[in-house]
């Protein structure tokens, strides 16, 4: 396994694969990786002749530079992680390298999808992502790239940037890998407190139950008995819960038979903000 940090390296390697016709998968991610992203990477190596890990903490898609200057960075350990995957090759450039010297952030339109939920919350976050990930494809050039439903509103952003641009590129959606309390696996995690890190599976608990709940009771009393919950527990701030359309995002406030819903978090453990999602059906 080969770990290239500059443009010219990798688009060496890109030419000669594709001029014999290799296949080559692509998973993007910002390091301090986990089993999460290592079912991604091995999804990836086994579906393609040649497989692509990015390592790069993108910082046009934090809002917070505290978050930013915070983020993991376990670059030794992620090597020895990704050796076991089948993958061929991990691009970890600097941010000199992605961005020259000017942090350029391209400005998306995404059908709407990037208003919604993390839209909100974090101001530009999907322009951030877009540009990042449209010059890693660009770069890398993948037959197939592999995200997580982890970031279900990314995974459906990244979707329809490669059918609107007509980029020949198939995008896979992976299923969240979540730890044995059903906390779903994060970088940010290993940030978190002792308590915090007792209190965190709350967050999977309590979707759990939406999705129960979401059988019988109204989108309405399932919304109120989401904040009830979060307001008796001291250690978790809810930032938002909804249940949004699967395909537009939009938050749906009654449920239709031929639509497929998802319930989506975002909470606050001190100052780490986690986000988690589940399929309604
Ligand atoms: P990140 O390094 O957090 O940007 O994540 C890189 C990729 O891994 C993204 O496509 C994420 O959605 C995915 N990912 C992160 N955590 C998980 C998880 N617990 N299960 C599955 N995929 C994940």
């Known amino acids: 396994m080969k770990v290239v940090t500059t443009i010219k390296e990798i688009s060496n390697i890109i030419t000669s694969l594709k001029s014999s016709q290799k296949t080559i998968g692509l998973t993007p991610t910002m390091g301090a990786l986990h089993e999460g992203h290592i079912s991604l990477i091995t999804k990836a190596s086994s579906e393609n002749d040649f497989s692509i890990v990015t390592i790069f903490i993108n910082p046009t898609q934090f809002d917070k530079k505290e978050d930013l200057d915070n983020y993991p960075s376990t670059l030794d350990a992620d090597i020895k992680l990704v050796e076991n995957t089948g993958c061929d090759l991990i691009f970890t450039p600097n941010a000199s390298e992605m961005y020259a010297n000017n942090i350029d952030v391209e400005s998306f339109s995404f059908d709407g999808l990037e208003n919604e939920m993390e839209g909100k919350h974090r101001a530009n976050h999907f322009d951030g992502v877009g540009t990042i990930v449209k010059k890693f494809f660009e770069i890398t050039q993948p037959t197939k790239a592999y995200f997580g439903e982890k970031d279900f509103q990314q995974l459906q952003i990244i979707k329809k940037m490669t059918v609107k641009n007509q980029l020949p590129i198939e995008i896979i959606g992976c299923p969240i890998f979540r730890e044995k309390d059903g906390l779903a696996m994060s970088s ?55 249940i949004a359309n699967e395909q537009t995002l939009q938050t749906a406030s009654s449920k239709s038979e031929s639509t497929k819903y998802r319930a989506f978090i975002a909470v606050y453990a001190g100052k780490i903000r986690l986000i988690d999602n589940i399929s309604l059906q």
Do not use: G, H, M, V
Not at 204 to 213: D, G, H, I, W, Y
């Open 188 to 242: 940010r995690n290993t940030r978190l407190s002792k308590k915090q890190r007792e209190s965190a599976p709350f967050i999977f608990k309590t979707l759990t139950k939406a999705s129960q709940l979401f059988q019988s009771d109204s989108i309405a009393t399932i919304n109120s008995w989401i904040q009830t919950e979060f307001d008796s527990n001291p250690d978790l701030d809810l930032e938002y819960f909804e």
